[in-house]
DNA sequence: AGTCAATTGAAATTTAATCTCAATTTCAGT
DNA sequence: ACTGAAATTGAGATTAAATTTCAATTGACT
């Protein structure tokens, strides 16, 4: 699945099959988290297989440009990407006080998106909400950690 | 105005006036763009006005965190951000072609928001919405510029 | 004016991400 | 399978945004 659309992109843009490519493409397609480029690489040397950095996030962008995964959103701790294997798109709501990550898909959102584009003579391609805020867990535990700690 | 809050603020912080800090405060403000710290600091040393980088900085901070200053959205070329003077909230639709910025606001999809909110149990804080697209100018063009070219 | 904690600035540091370039690998054509 | 051209790799250098360091300076309170 994921390695055949990956390997038609990298035929159609004349690039070549490497190991290299191959164990970032299966590292990421191996858990269905968001990750940043520095545990992928972490975890592909953990697995066994190899790629350098630079390797990892050229990949990284090849993977992107391809559509399989998805610049997640930035953080001030670098960009984080997730894989699209199953995931439509959705969006994100992130708890200010424990970090976790909600994802969300709406169609109503979508189509008001639509709308808006529409009103203003915009060709909307793609887009990322992210809405922060407090979690129930966190909410009713009371902040037991502070803002400003829990800052991404 | 601003001035006045400015000053609350950092007096309700037990922090000092600074001539910087004014000279970063005016300067923010004396404009009604998106900008970057960069050019911020280049704009303050034009006008004669003087502020380190560091001070700029950390005066951004500081702004921010008093609400005047919202950090608008971050690029891979580092981080916008927009005063808050008479701007109420919005979201932005940004041209992949030629960068332009489009602020919007919709009482619609804020309340889509507040829903889904709802829905998952989250006390939503803030958001943010960045839509990517193709402006109509740029749509009418023909798409002059690559769009590899072009990402922010 | 005197005191002292907060602030400043130049330069160093940190960190994500990109680039360099010699050595290696892929792959199309034989 | 072999060959050669072109793409790719990796270690380390580089870039650039943002933060930190620390000695010298400044603001604010008495």
Redesign the pocket.
């Known amino acids: 699945m994921e390695q055949k659309i990956f390997?038609d992109f990298?035929?159609r843009?004349?690039?070549?099959?490497?190991?290299?490519?191959m164990?970032?493409l299966r590292e990421v397609f191996s858990f269905h988290d968001h990750f940043?480029?520095?545990n992928l690489y972490l975890r592909i040397r953990g697995s066994g297989l190899?790629?350098?950095?630079?390797?990892?996030?050229?990949?990284?962008?090849?993977l992107v440009e391809s559509g399989l995964v998805r610049l997640s959103m930035?953080t001030?701790?670098?960009?984080?990407y997730e894989h699209r294997f199953g995931h439509g798109h959705h969006d994100h709501m992130i708890c200010n006080s424990c970090g976790k990550i909600i994802e969300f898909y709406s169609e109503k959102l979508e189509n008001i998106q639509d709308e808006i584009c529409d009103n203003n003579k915009f060709d909307g391609v793609s887009h990322t909400l992210e809405i922060r805020g407090i979690c129930e867990r966190c909410g009713k535990q009371g902040n037991k950690r502070r803002q400003e700690e829990a800052e991404i």
Chains 1, 2 share one sequence.
């Open positions: 390997r990298l035929g843009k004349g690039l070549k099959l490497t190991r290299e490519r164990s970032v940043d480029p520095e190899k790629a350098s950095r630079a390797s990892v996030y050229r990949t990284l962008s090849l930035r001030e701790r670098g960009n984080i």
